[in-house]
């Protein structure tokens, strides 16, 4: 007992003394991160919908565009336009058919569900469309716009994950060994492009594509909209810092 | 050849003591800096080490520091060459490597 104290006292000791010699001070420091994109022109933020696909179970569209809406109106200097969510697929399918919409032309037929990544390849059309951007723009009195493509697909996968094990030695004593299993693997992945427009001009100004990814153990049930959720909160912050300054905060050590 | 060798020899002679009294001068700046940061002063504080690297060049604790203040101001460029000069100085310092690995994550988000 004696013996540990001894050793714990002595250990703490040692700590102290290595940061007196280091003659070292914590001290906390919050980093300005200047956004990506100049949105000194725009006063109002249209996040006007998605191209989404992948899993039913979450409607990729509607919940892209009410967190985006969500996260801007606290975290963003623009306004935000609340309107209904622009139904991009139909807009991007009846432009193929010559109607007023997306534009586009006289390509392969695009797929009525998007299950995977090349799916989405035919309607990506509609992001180019600077008139219809345009129009989009003048009907709410040209504000950047948000679109993008999101694709919510589950994920299986058998990989090796390590996990701890306890083990008894032939005296009876435990120990706790760590050991590597192949086990199978499900989840969700999150890939997708964030589109920033001009609402004056219809033109792209920025676009950065985004892939997450999350696993759990196959017997654990985790609900499709909470893996969204939580791979979703992962990008926010990227896609905040696109649009207005952000701080960061930590620690560094100041040197003596 | 003599008198070359008696010049040499009262040159470093007189060296030594200009290099520590450098150091001593830049440690004073540092020191200064250190408290004036600590009470939120950062431009303060950026001033005090910019001297502190001027008189002492070689000052490793300087450059980091100075790292350190101009990452809080958002001046990211001038921050990675401050780390990396603090670093080049001292290679071996942990705590300069770990500012310097933070200061990355940081660095890399805003050029993703």
């Not at chain 2, 690995?101 to 660095?107: H, S």
Request: proline share 4%.
């Amino acid at each position: 007992m004696i013996a540990r104290r001894v050793s714990l006292l002595s250990s703490i000791a040692a700590v102290l003394v290595a940061v007196a010699c280091t003659n070292s001070f914590e001290i906390p420091i919050e980093t300005p991160i200047r956004p990506k994109l100049d949105v000194g022109a725009f006063q109002r933020v249209l996040v006007a919908g998605f191209i989404a696909g992948g899993t039913e179970d979450v409607d990729g569209n509607l919940e892209t565009t009410r967190l985006l809406r969500s996260q801007l109106r606290t975290k963003s200097e623009l306004r935000v336009i609340d309107s209904d969510v622009l139904p991009l697929q139909d807009v991007a399918t009846e432009g193929r058919n010559g109607d007023s919409g997306g534009g586009g032309g006289a390509a392969a037929p695009a797929p009525p569900q998007i299950k995977e990544q090349k799916d989405l390849e035919a309607y990506e059309h509609v992001f180019a469309n600077v008139e219809y951007w345009k129009r989009i723009g003048e009907e709410y009195q040209q504000p950047l716009i948000v679109t993008g493509t999101v694709l919510f697909t589950p994920l299986q996968r058998n990989q090796i994950v390590q996990r701890e094990q306890e083990v008894y030695d032939s005296f009876g004593r435990r120990r706790v060994v760590p050991v590597r299993t192949y086990q199978e693997r499900k989840g969700f992945s999150l890939d997708g492009r964030f589109i920033f427009i001009d609402g004056r001009s219809g033109a792209t100004l920025h676009s950065e594509s985004f892939n997450e990814q999350i696993l759990y153990n196959a017997n654990q049930t985790t609900p499709a909209l909470s893996s969204y959720f939580e791979l979703m909160d992962r990008l926010i912050p990227s896609f905040l810092s696109t649009l207005s300054s952000q701080k960061i905060k930590g620690t560094r050590i100041l040197l003596q | 050849m003599r008198i070359a060798a008696l010049i040499i020899a009262v040159l470093a002679f007189a060296a030594a003591p200009l290099a520590a009294d450098a150091r001593d001068d830049a440690k004073k700046q540092v020191e200064f800096g250190i408290s004036v940061a600590q009470r939120g002063l950062w431009r303060e504080a950026i001033y005090r080490w910019e001297r502190a690297t001027q008189i002492d060049p070689t000052y490793a604790a300087a450059h980091n520091n100075l790292a350190i203040a101009y990452e809080h101001e958002g001046d990211l460029m001038k921050a990675r060459a401050a780390y990396e000069k603090a670093l080049e100085l001292e290679p071996g310092n942990a705590l300069i490597k770990q500012n310097y690995e933070l200061f990355k994550e940081i660095n890399d988000r805003t050029t993703r």
